[in-house]
Every structure is written in structure tokens, then in C-alpha cells.
């Protein structure tokens, strides 16, 4: 396995993020230019890494939403991302609004492509979570249901669970007493809200409401001047993940705006604790406070795992956090943790995934890497990309035969040669090319076999005759998809 090594997607990605506003002084990261799709150009996620994976999790593949950043909004470039371990795509998504957390899930015990679609402007957004089976056929769009079905789901949260309900986030502006705050006492807020909500009916099966048990005096942001009516509510609670906790019986709900966790009975959405933050109910042991994090999710070891951002405004360094929580004792400590190589803080978004092997993998949100750990916090490689901010980033096994077909093009770029570029966006399980020429279809004869050398595979051939059919190999060499070359 190799992963291409550009140092100066370092410095470009720093740029990017650097808060440059003007053409000259925003470098636009290198794009892609197939001959086959020319409406797919993604930047080129170059990547750097400090050492290279684990052998075992060669088939792996990464998954990214990078939010492209630059002066020109036409220049930008928003949408997803499957890579191989070269860093070579396999899938790209582009032109249907901004992607976030682009992942692999289960749905009725299939494998199932799963991100949120939509205008992003936090924190009032308007998307729904699109859902593609292992062909990129559109099998759902999931948002929100009964009263707040006219609402759309924030882009935070898409987790499936195994009794076919999506756990999704929304805010709503509520008038509240915002005095305790410095605000307006007939002031407004964004309310948090959490719904289950069944896949098939688009019904919510549970749901529950911020301020019923989360008063607004227990926020840690600060009221700003203008902020608190209701043309611009006050974010005081910001739900950033909803995972279920307790053998299913509950969910846990992150805020990253209080700084803590929630523990919601899952059938009554009674508040059963709250960790961290103002109104803890435990005693937090050294090291293990985390403020504005993301990511909240009970192990199947007992801990739980976030993403500790600590920042912004930055109260620490962000990082990867395990915490042994004793439920019993009401006590929090330290399990593992899992810090960035460099002084790198990440002011928004973030994850931690755990791998099938117990590694650790963490996409650093707004700072353009990922890294992957052992499970007791060694640093095994950290990579940089270009393309700007990830809100999380996950390496799964996808294997995919896109119901669409190949695309191929050729081209005379001497007299008697005939160039033939071939690619099939989103097929995973494709490791060579056979072409085929003749002068009809009962004359087809193979001229040549190349293995995949990326995304689109370029071939010089000279043909049979005046009709080529490119047919995608798997690792058996047999025939998985074919299509007639333009």
C-alpha cells in the first residue's frame, strides 16, 4: 500500500483555513481532470502521512466530506468522498449541496451509503439524510416527523439503529427568559430537539425538548450583543450527537454549548444524568473535563468515547477522549486518551470511530487530518489533506457495483494509436480493464488487459477494428460491468 506524499498540501491546507478572504491569497488546492468525467473534479485529497496503516486494514476505505473553502464561491468545491488506500477516489459526489458525515451503515441487515444533504447555516439548517443501497440506488431521504415534519433534520446526527429508526437532531426558535444570561427576559433561543424517528413511516417515535430539563443558565457561551430576539435566538445549547446508551434502553445526547452529555430514558425521554458541564451529577477525576466537544458514544466496553475539542474559544488541546464513567459512584476518570501529534485545535466538528480491530480513528474536524491510534492511545499514523474542513471522517469495508454503468472515452493522440480512458465511479471491487475491438459485435476480440491504476485508467491501444467495449475486472479477471467506448 502507498499513500502519495505532497508536503505542500500541508501548507495549502493551512490557508485554506487560515481565514485568507481575497483570489490572490487562497491557494485552491490541485483538481482532479478525468477524461471520462469531466463534471467530477474534486481537489485532490493529497495526503501526507507519518507512517503508513496497518497492513490488515488495506481494504479499508476512507470516507470524506470536505467543505472546499475559497474566495470565489464557484471555485469552491463541496461534496463526498470515497478513497482507496492510495488516497485515489473511488466514489465522488458532487452538486447536490454540502455533504456531512458521509459513512457506511446497516438498514434491514443490508449495507447502506448514508449522509445529510442541504444548506448549512448552523444553527437553523434545511437538509434530510439521503440513504443509497451498494448499487447508488436512492433508497430514502429521512427529516423530521410529526409535529416538526415541516422542520428539516440538522446535519449533526444520522445514525441508524437496528429497529429501523434514524436518531436526528433540529433547533426550533422558543421564547424564554434569557435574564439568568444577561439577555432579554422575553428572549429567544434555539432549542434543541431530539427525535427517533422510523425510517419506513417517517413517524417519531420519541422525542424530546431541550428546555424541558436543560435550563438556559447552564450554558457556557456568552449571550452577544444582538443576540436573544427573535430574528437572531441565542444558540445556548447546540446538540451535536444522539447515540443509544444503555443496551438501547437510553440515549445519550451530546451539547457542545454546556459543555456535557445527557442520558435520556429512551421509552419516557425522562433525564436520567447529566455529565460534565454546570450541572453535573458526577465528579469529574483528573484530566477527564471536556469542553465544546462532539461525538458522544457508550463502548461496548462501558466508556464512553468523544471528541474533545476544546476549543473555541480554546480551553486546552483537543483531542480524542475515553472516559471510564462508574454510574454507581457517580464518578468520571481518565480511561484513554488519544492527542493530537501537534499544537492542533480544532474549533468545531470532529469524531472518534472505533475499528473492528479496537484501533481508534479520529477526523479532526475543522483542521484538515485524520489519525489512527491503537486502542491504548498510540499514535500509528496521521495524515493531512487538502479540501478544507470534514465534520467526521470514517474508514469502513464497502464493497459496490454501481447499477450505472462504466464510462470510457477514447482518443488519437498519434496516428494509429487509439487512447482509451476508462472509470466507473463508485465500483470498489474493480482491479483490471479488458478491451475488446472488432469490427461488430460477433467480431470483439481482446486487445489488451490493464490493471486499475486509479479512478480512470488511461490505455494506448491499436484496435481490431472500429468498435471498442471495455469490460471492469475483478480480482478473479472475471467480468463485473462493460460499456461500449464513445
Not at 462501558?302 to 472516559?323: E, V
Not at 481482446?446 to 480480482?475: H, Y
Request: include cysteine.
Amino acid at each position: 500500500m502507498s499513500y502519495r506524499t505532497l508536503l505542500a498540501s500541508v501548507a495549502a491546507a493551512t490557508l485554506l483555513l487560515s481565514g485568507c478572504t481575497t483570489e490572490e491569497e487562497v491557494p485552491q488546492p490541485e483538481r482532479w481532470d478525468f477524461s471520462t468525467r469531466p463534471d467530477l473534479n474534486p481537489p485532490k485529497i493529497d495526503i501526507d502521512v507519518s507512517s503508513q496503516p496497518p497492513e490488515e486494514e488495506n481494504d479499508l476505505k476512507t470516507f470524506l466530506a470536505p467543505k472546499g473553502q475559497a474566495a470565489d464561491d464557484e471555485k469552491s468545491w463541496v461534496g463526498g468522498l470515497i478513497l482507496d488506500s492510495a488516497g485515489e477516489p473511488v466514489w465522488i459526489r458532487h452538486g447536490s449541496g454540502q455533504m456531512w458525515d458521509l459513512r457506511v451503515q446497516e438498514y434491514q441487515d443490508e449495507p447502506v451509503l448514508t449522509w445529510w444533504e442541504g444548506l448549512a447555516e448552523t444553527p437553523e439548517t434545511a437538509g434530510e439524510v439521503v440513504m443509497l443501497d451498494d448499487s447508488y440506488n436512492e433508497i430514502a431521504r429521512v427529516g423530521m416527523g410529526g409535529d416538526l415534519a415541516h422542520k428539516t433534520a440538522d446535519l449533526h446526527e444520522t445514525t441508524i439503529t437496528e429497529d429501523g429508526t434514524m436518531l436526528l437532531l433540529s433547533y426550533i426558535k422558543t421564547q424564554t427568559d434569557l435574564s439568568p444570561v444577561d439577555g432579554p427576559k422575553d428572549g429567544w433561543v434555539w432549542e434543541g430537539v431530539v427525535q427517533e424517528v422510523d425510517i419506513a413511516s417517517g413517524d417519531p417515535v420519541v422525542e424530546w425538548r431541550s428546555l424541558d430539563d436543560v435550563p438556559v443558565d447552564q450554558t457556557q457561551s456568552k449571550i452577544k450583543d444582538g443576540e436573544g430576539t427573535e430574528e437572531e435566538p441565542f444558540d445556548y445549547i447546540h446538540l451535536n450527537s444522539v447515540s443509544e446508551d444503555d443496551d438501547g434502553d437510553a440515549l445519550l445526547v451530546s451539547a457542545r454549548n454546556t459543555h456535557a452529555m445527557y442520558q435520556l430514558d429512551r421509552e419516557t425521554t425522562d433525564l436520567n444524568w447529566v455529565l460534565g458541564g454546570s450541572a453535573s451529577d458526577f465528579e469529574m477525576g483528573h484530566g477527564a473535563t471536556f469542553a465544546w466537544q462532539h461525538d458522544a458514544i457508550r463502548r461496548e466496553d462501558g466508556t464512553i468515547t468523544l471528541f474533545d475539542n476544546h476549543a473555541a474559544p480554546r480551553l486546552g488541546d483537543t483531542r480524542g477522549l475515553r472516559l471510564d464513567v462508574d454510574e454507581g459512584k457517580k464518578k468520571v476518570t481518565v480511561d484513554t486518551e488519544y492527542p493530537a501529534p501537534d499544537d492542533r485545535s480544532s474549533g468545531s466538528q470532529g469524531n472518534l470511530q472505533e475499528l473492528d480491530n479496537g484501533n481508534v480513528f479520529i477526523g479532526w474536524g475543522s483542521e484538515p487530518y485524520f489519525s489512527e491510534f491503537t486502542s491504548d492511545g498510540k499514535l500509528l499514523y496521521d495524515a493531512t489533506f487538502t479540501g478544507g474542513s470534514n465534520y467526521r471522517a470514517y474508514r469502513f469495508d464497502w464493497e459496490a457495483t454501481p447499477s450505472a454503468p462504466p464510462t470510457a472515452t477514447k482518443s488519437e493522440p498519434s496516428e494509429g494509436i487509439t487512447r482509451v480512458h476508462m472509470s466507473w465511479n463508485g465500483a470498489s471491487e474493480v482491479a483490471a480493464w479488458r478491451i475488446l475491438s472488432g469490427d461488430d459485435e460477433e467480431q470483439l476480440e481482446e486487445t489488451a488487459v490493464v490493471d486499475r491504476t486509479g479512478f480512470e485508467t488511461a490505455a494506448d491501444i491499436t484496435p481490431a477494428g472500429s468498435r471498442i467495449v471495455v469490460e471492469a475486472l475483478d480480482e478473479e479477471k472475471e467480468p463485473i460491468g462493460s460499456t461500449t467506448v464513445d
